[in-house]
């Protein structure tokens, strides 16, 4: 069980603006950078969001990041059909000394 | 262009061992930490283990703490994980990610525990 609790699923319409969330605790998310990766069905995760809210080049600026206390999310505006995937947050855990993932979150563009 | 082929995945019996190689390719290597992370079959990603630019700081999963060996050689830009007393639960493909950021990911090589 992932101490990064993603829900399992979120859906939207073209157009519209989803956001994942990513609940930690001040071990993780309250010191750390989150970090946003996106994967499609049979492929390597890809880096969407690093150090809270910075976007890699040639990311969209349609996915945005932020974080507040022990908590983090991910939004996606102008959705598109090509979003749909998995999308999986991580920080570093200072008790645990290493990465941990979100369990991941289905989007399903409708 | 940044690369990461990882290599050495293959079909193993339970308490057998796979030693698994990444080659990198289109930066300086002997600059960046690195990591191994593991994703089994329908599930999320789950990270294994670091390993700084020098080698001198490495971190371990609880998962495979004592049965896994992360190791690097900067001359031959590649990156390592030995894995021993192999179990069914380590069935999964492992990327062997760059960095801190974890910026780039390789195909990934697949891993089978099964007798």
């Known amino acids: 069980q992932s101490v990064l609790t993603q829900p399992p699923s979120a859906s939207g319409t073209p157009g519209q603006r989803v956001t994942i969330s990513c609940s930690g605790s001040s071990s993780n998310i309250g010191s750390n950078y989150v970090y946003w990766y996106q994967q499609f069905p049979g492929t390597a995760p890809k880096l969407l969001i690093y150090r809270n809210n910075q976007r890699p080049s040639g990311v969209p600026d349609r996915f945005s990041g932020s974080k507040s206390g022990t908590s983090a999310s991910l939004a996606i505006s102008g959705l598109r059909s090509e979003d749909e995937a998995d999308y999986y947050c991580?920080?570093?855990?200072?008790?645990?000394?290493?990465?941990?993932f979100g369990g991941g979150t289905k989007l399903t563009v409708l | 262009e940044v690369q990461l082929v990882e290599s050495g995945g293959g079909l193993v019996q339970p308490g057998g061992s796979l030693r698994l190689s990444c080659a990198a390719s289109g930066f300086t290597f002997r600059s960046y930490s690195m990591n191994w992370v593991r994703q089994a079959p329908g599930k999320g990603l789950e990270w294994v283990s670091y390993?700084?630019?020098?080698?001198?700081?490495?971190y371990y999963a609880d998962s495979v703490k004592g049965r896994f060996t992360i190791s690097r050689d900067n001359a031959k830009n590649s990156l390592y994980l030995q894995m021993n007393s192999l179990r069914a639960e380590d069935t999964a493909v492992y990327y062997c990610?760059?960095?801190?950021?974890?910026?780039?990911w390789g195909q990934g090589t697949l891993v089978t525990v099964s007798s």
């Open positions: 990610p760059r960095g801190e950021l974890q910026d780039y």
């Open positions: 390993i700084s630019s020098s080698s001198s700081t490495i």
């Open positions: 991580a920080a570093w855990d200072d008790s645990l000394s290493g990465v941990l």
